[in-house]
């Protein structure tokens, strides 16, 4: 039985995010999908348009890989939040992370054209939108600012934590998290005594 189209793309990914983009060739993702390059090409059509379906692929099993534990273990939403943190640093700590897969993508293609920035750009808003979600709900001043404040300090955590081969700056992270999220409720809690 020959494998979907989403299978092949999960392959394609796991080869691309394992290998890089640029060093994985068709022939590559096609022997280990257990089909020919004719086909590959017959299903895809390019290269290109594999790539942003394997990335596509990506999308729910890594949201859910850092989101899914903050839901189930943390009732409040500053918890949550810091649960995010703290999946952060189990993930870095695992000895085959590579980084973020989607970053990675991104900063490997450098066409900005090319169809797989827009499923990396939809990947990292709907994890913005999480938190913002999140940040809304524990009544921060700056819902909007905060989320994107702590996507710039997840981004980091998990780009430092490569490069050093530590957990150490996910950590950092999570503790950076947890100030501005303070910084940003508190001054909500702030406003409403003056307006009251």
Not at 36 to 62: C, H, M, Q, W
């Amino acid at each position: 039985m020959a494998p979907s189209d989403t299978r092949i793309a999960a392959i394609a990914a796991e080869q691309f995010h394992a290998h890089g983009i640029t060093s994985t060739g068709v022939d590559t993702v096609s022997r280990a999908a257990g089909i020919s390059k004719r086909t590959l090409y017959e299903r895809f059509g390019s290269k290109d348009a594999l790539i942003a379906a394997a990335y596509d692929t990506l999308d729910g099993p890594v949201f859910e890989m850092f989101t899914g534990p903050a839901e189930a273990t943390a009732d409040d939403p500053p918890a949550q939040i810091d649960r995010l943190f703290a999946q952060l640093e189990v993930m870095v700590a695992l000895p085959e992370f590579r980084g973020c897969p989607f970053a990675n993508a991104s900063s490997e293609l450098a066409d900005p054209s090319h169809p797989a920035h827009a499923v990396v750009r939809r990947h990292k808003e709907r994890l913005r939108r999480w938190i913002r979600a999140r940040a809304r709900a524990a009544g921060a001043t700056d819902p909007e600012g905060l989320s994107r404040r702590l996507m710039v300090v997840f981004a980091g955590g998990q780009a430092q934590a490569l490069v050093l081969r530590s957990v150490q700056p996910a950590t950092d992270a999570r503790a950076a998290a947890r100030a501005l999220v303070d910084a940003a409720v508190a001054d909500s809690t702030a406003d409403d005594g003056r307006t009251a």
